[in-house]
């Protein structure tokens, strides 16, 4: 592994240690046993590093979120499907060291962080387009940028309000199920689709 990698993993370990503004590029070059001068080398500066980071920790407990032996069994589009991608998504947050109270430093933090901020903005969207086929199933890259701007949206929406109120008090969060079942009564109030008037 070159010092490329050797820093991504020990921003990683850093990251999950002391979130984002308590990790100084000491820490890094500390955890990853490199030096000062790769950071700015292979990533620029160390906010970039650090969102290049978060963004691998977020990749990489993403792949429980739509895990295949749960959600094949259920039908894309259907109730059943959303609540099992929740169900997915909330037993990652239940997990000791959860890794989704760095997204809430970035929100509270944003302004001081721009480096971070603009990096994950950009980040943000992607995951809005890849959220859409664990729910719709599908292919990501068939998901249109209307579909990113309208679905892919309403689950980050969904996503971040999670994140936060597990962050807050995981005793009140909530479930997969009640989510689900706040859905089902807000389709029943919504009746029947009206035509569109053009």
Known sequence: MGHREDLLDGAKRCLLE???????????????????????????????????????????????????????????GSLERFQEVWSNIIATMEQPGSMWHLSMEIVVMGDQLPGVRDHLAQAQREGARGIIPMFMGGEEAAVGDDEVDTLGKLYMTMMMGLIAQWTFDPGTASSAAELTEGLRRLIAAAGPAKPSQA
């Open 18 to 76: 002391k979130g984002f503004a308590r990790t100084t590029a000491r820490d890094i070059v500390k955890e990853s046993g490199t030096n000062l001068a790769s950071i700015g080398y292979h990533y620029g500066s160390k906010d970039a590093l650090l969102a290049q980071a978060y963004i691998a920790l977020v990749e990489g407990v993403s792949d429980a979120f739509d895990a295949p032996e749960q959600v094949a069994a259920t039908e894309p």
